[in-house]
């Protein structure tokens, strides 16, 4: 036997992939399972993106493309980070990434030493649990609680802080709370950063799928964009997470090192879908609002269902497409409660403690399924409400 690397001995399954496979071998035995555990829209790509691919295929857009991404992808993400979310950088300070998975793994990577510590939302999507223990590194969760709003404690955090912290990361809008970071809370996490000269990882992958409260990038905050990395992409509002195209804004000294670790992970993102990607930003035809939209109408009808039931609970989720369902009045464990639903009334969730120890007595369900499969989600679920003593 062949003894894996050292770095890998603390890197875990994912537990999402965990239930995705149960889900899979009750499917595999005939069960028609009602799945609300993905994290991807059920739309299609829209079609004029797929149309521009496939051209760019048939022209022979075929080669290795600039490592970094292609110089018109670039500055068309510039534009659209001006645009969209009030934040400055010149297009050679954008690099084009394998989905927000690799900026991810890069920015870890290119920045943290054994022994570095990470302030890590807690609960969290679940890579950012992970992914920095690959680089040895420490992961200290701060804890977003429904008892705040999912809102970050300013004091917790800063009590957190030592000499080894490096980096504070968040994800907002929240996989897997749906919660979108305050001003407050931002503002809070900015003065942290400045006054303990620390690194900021921000995902804002979610960041075009809001309902009504408006997503702020901690990048536009006085003193930030020299120590922000932003993360983002196309896979969740362009519904085109089979693409694996992302990218990453953030000043040429830190792009360097993620940059050059990007030529040896990837080489490059694929060409003819970098191509394509130009077009999607550049002809998008209102194909994200109306996304937005149905998302917005599926979150209303779902939350509202859940909030007449007995034992579940959960407080109106503002951005991305999931509910973080509070399940403590059922006496069950968030694993339990999942067991349960996916064995005996064929519902499948993912179990909040698996994106940390906050999401305990939390199950995450997503609502980027179709109104169909929702209906038949709260009539299982109400069962299950009705059947708890
Ligand atoms: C917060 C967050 N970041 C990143 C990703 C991965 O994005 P990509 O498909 O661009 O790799 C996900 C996917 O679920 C996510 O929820």
């Not at 920095?132 to 590194?137: D, E, F, M």
């Not at 309902?211 to 990048?219: D, V």
């Not at 003193?223 to 997470?241: D, F």
Request: aromatic content about 10%.
């Amino acid at each position: 036997m062949f003894e894996q690397a050292e770095r890998l001995k603390y890197l875990e399954l994912s537990p999402t992939r965990v239930m995705f496979r149960k889900c899979a071998a009750l499917t595999a035995q005939g069960i028609k399972i009602t799945a609300l555990t993905l994290g991807q829209p059920d739309f299609d790509t829209p079609n004029y993106i797929k149309e521009a691919c496939k051209r760019y295929i048939d022209e022979g857009y075929t080669v290795y493309a600039e490592d970094t991404g292609i110089d018109d992808l670039k500055k068309v993400i510039a534009e659209k980070l001006k645009r969209d979310n009030d934040l400055d950088y010149d297009w050679t300070e954008i690099s084009v990434t394998t989905g927000v998975a690799q900026g991810m793994f890069a920015a870890f990577m290119a920045f943290l030493n054994p022994g570095d510590e990470v302030l890590i939302p807690d609960p969290v999507y679940v890579t950012y649990n992970q992914i920095p223990r690959i680089a040895q590194a420490v992961v200290k969760p701060y804890h977003l609680k429904e008892e705040n709003g999912f809102q970050p404690d300013i004091v917790q955090m800063e009590s957190m802080i030592t000499e080894k912290t490096k980096m504070i990361a968040l994800v907002s809008p929240s996989n897997p709370i749906g919660s979108i970071m305050s001003e407050e809370s931002l503002k809070g996490i900015a003065e942290l950063a400045k006054k303990y000269d620390l690194l900021v990882l921000s995902d804002e992958i979610y960041e075009r799928l809001t309902y009504g409260k408006k997503f702020i990038s901690i990048g536009t905050l006085p003193g930030m964009k020299e120590r922000t990395i932003i993360l983002n992409g196309y896979s969740k509002c362009m519904a085109m997470t089979g693409w694996r195209l992302g990218y990453i804004a953030a000043p040429k000294e830190l792009q360097e090192p993620m940059n050059r670790l990007g030529f040896y992970m990837t080489s490059g993102s694929v060409s003819f879908i970098q191509y394509a990607g130009v077009d999607a930003m550049m002809k998008e035809n209102g194909s994200i609002e109306r996304m937005r939209q149905e998302f917005e109408r599926r979150r209303n009808y779902l939350v509202g269902e859940i909030n007449k039931m007995k034992h579940f609970s959960c407080i109106m989720p503002e951005g991305a497409f999931y509910v973080f369902m509070n399940i403590r009045k059922s006496g069950l464990t968030s694993q339990e409660f999942c067991d349960k639903a996916l064995y005996e009334y064929h519902l499948g969730a993912i179990p909040g403690n698996a994106f940390g120890e906050s999401g305990e007595g939390f199950v995450r369900l997503s609502y980027a399924t179709s109104m169909e499969v929702l209906e038949e989600a709260v009539r299982k679920l109400k069962k299950m409400d009705a059947d708890l003593v």
